[in-house]
């Protein structure tokens, strides 16, 4: 979850219009919707890992899964921000 304050832009006359922002976040957003999709398709297998006894630098499949995990959270963070973004530049 967000560990920092959001800075959202100011809509006023001399600068960049709403919809302008509007629109720049809302390609961003496709851009993480298909980053999302890309990840899931490489989704770990446990085929893919063979753990091997007392062997540390052999990748373990739990490891696969939690690092597929704490990318999906960077993403799930980012779209959670952007939506708050979005929200706070349409009710400006």
């Not at 490891?63 to 973004?85: C, F, H, N, P, T």
Request: glycine share 6%.
């Amino acid at each position: 979850m967000m560990k920092h304050k959001l800075i959202i832009p100011t809509v006023h006359l001399g600068g960049t219009d709403r919809e302008t922002l509007l629109d720049a976040r809302r390609t961003f957003s496709d851009a993480l919707y298909a980053a999302n999709r890309a990840l899931g398709a490489m989704f770990p297998h446990a085929r893919d890992y063979r753990e091997a006894l007392g062997v540390e630098s052999v990748p373990t499949f739990s490891e696969a899964v939690s690092q597929q995990g704490r990318r999906a959270s960077v993403l799930l963070d980012l779209q959670i921000e952007l939506d708050k973004e979005r929200e706070a530049i349409l009710n400006s």
